[in-house]
């Protein structure tokens, strides 16, 4: 454990990266709910388990350093007739790349600010994943 790894963490980016890796995860079972037969669920199934292996690390993180992470509280923000459409995979997958993005920021902020090395890890290493995420889905999906 690090000697003050209060004065080197944002709690807010914590509870925010906590939040929108919970919508990502969220999104990716409602795309799956809503139609098994889509080209690349294995994609969208792959990106689910990397958000969860994200938030398991991130709870170990946080019990490891004594840091209380709030659970979110948050509403997916989904339009009703998006989603009634024939594209609604697209749409879905859209806000899941801009819950992505968001949480890369936060990752790269943290990669950048903590002094801590364990968070410093978790953000490098978790970054990545999601930028190659990004990628993939930007790339299947032509956005």
Do not use: G
């Not at 019990?63 to 509280?73: A, C, D, Q, R, S």
């Not at 790269?108 to 889905?137: C, G, P, V």
């Amino acid at each position: 454990m690090s000697p003050d790894v209060t004065a080197s963490l944002d709690f807010n980016s914590l509870s925010s990266l906590n939040e929108s890796n919970k919508k990502v995860i969220d999104i990716s079972s409602i795309i799956y709910k809503q139609n098994k037969r889509i080209p690349n669920l294995d994609l969208i199934l792959k990106v689910k388990e990397d958000h969860q292996e994200n938030d398991r690390d991130l709870k170990e993180l946080s019990k490891e350093n004594l840091i209380v992470i709030p659970k979110p509280f948050y509403q997916l923000k989904l339009n009703k007739d998006s989603l009634r459409n024939k594209n609604s995979t697209k749409y879905l997958v859209k806000l899941m790349i801009r819950e992505i993005d968001v949480q890369i920021d936060l990752l790269e902020t943290i990669k950048d600010t903590t002094t801590n090395a364990d968070f410093r890890s978790f953000a490098a290493k978790s970054s990545s994943t999601l930028k190659q995420n990004h990628e993939d889905l930007a790339m299947s999906f032509n956005l």
